[in-house]
């Protein structure tokens, strides 16, 4: 099976070198379009991944510019190119899905996250997202349906044979949170400690106790990429858009939170414990 690709990582990719090779030849960004014959918001566009696809034509004449030579090296940027113009499962799920998420969470080789209302989406079980989907109440049957199954599709990356790191730092309140009902807050937790048994899923609990901390201001995600090439990303969801953030200020910001509430958060075996209390809780 070959190994799964984000367009959108591609496409990032594919930006940051033709941007590192016009600095490379100490071109403007309006001189460089000029020489090749592209209006200087076309080349911007591409410079900054906003244009989905590059023209292998136009992807010549700026490889022509920057005086790439080698057969290998021209090859692997077309190859960027190709990749980044494909659509992923997510797709078919249009609308249904964060902008973009999927799409990076496919590439991501370690995920951080921290989720302050429910549990995070990676995590939770049918019933359990289709009770936190159902809680707008503008949605049909229909769309929930889909909601939960684009959810689930998404968590095929856990199940991986070299699946990515997946750490979680989890409000109390989101554990304690009645979502559904009890029985489904049980399968829901019983779930988190399944998940925490895996090599690649740590799962931190933080307590009331902890009291204030450095998140919050609310939950995000930081994914972290295994080619060097690729940046980091933080991603932050509100209640009518999904914010990406990559500039090296931003994510010190993000990290720094994350490392917070790590620090004041139970340990794995300490979080298990926390968990498997609330379960008995709800049997009660």
């Known amino acids: 099976m070959p190994a799964p690709h984000s367009p959108s990582v591609r496409r990032r990719r594919l930006s940051s070198e033709l941007r590192r090779l016009r600095g490379a030849k100490a071109l403007t960004l309006v ?38 030579t080698d057969g290998d090296v021209r090859e692997s940027m077309h190859e960027l190119a190709r990749l980044a113009g494909e659509r992923g499962w997510w797709a078919k799920y249009s609308g249904m899905l964060p902008t973009n998420l999927a799409d990076f969470e496919v590439e991501a080789s370690e995920f951080r996250t921290f989720e302050a209302q429910v549990i995070p989406g990676l995590l939770q079980v049918a019933d359990y997202s289709e009770a936190v989907i159902n809680a707008d109440k503008t949605r049909d049957a229909e769309e929930i349906a ?20 997946y750490s979680a730092v989890l409000d109390e309140a989101a554990l304690r949170r009645m979502v ?37 201001e609310g939950s995000f995600v930081i994914m972290d990429f295994a080619d060097p090439r690729d940046s980091s990303i933080a991603y932050v969801e509100t209640s009518s858009s999904s914010l990406y953030m990559e500039e090296e200020r931003e994510l010190e910001q993000f990290n720094a939170a994350f490392r917070a509430v790590r620090a004041v958060a139970l340990d794995e075996e300490q979080s298990l414990s926390s968990i498997e209390d609330i379960i008995k809780s709800l049997e009660e």
């Open 31 to 68: 001189e460089a379009a000029k020489r090749v014959g592209l209006g200087k918001s076309n080349l911007s566009k591409i410079e900054s991944a906003e244009s989905k696809t590059v023209p292998a034509a136009t992807l010549d004449k700026l490889l022509n510019l920057y005086g790439v």
């Open 146 to 165: 889909k909601r939960v199954a684009a959810r689930l599709k998404r968590q095929e990356i856990l199940n991986r044979v070299d699946p990515p790191t």
């Open 180 to 216: 559904g009902s009890a029985h489904v807050m049980r399968a829901q937790l019983r779930h988190l400690t399944h998940m925490s048994a895996r090599h690649n899923v740590h799962i931190h609990v933080l307590p009331f106790s902890a009291g204030a901390h450095q998140a919050t």
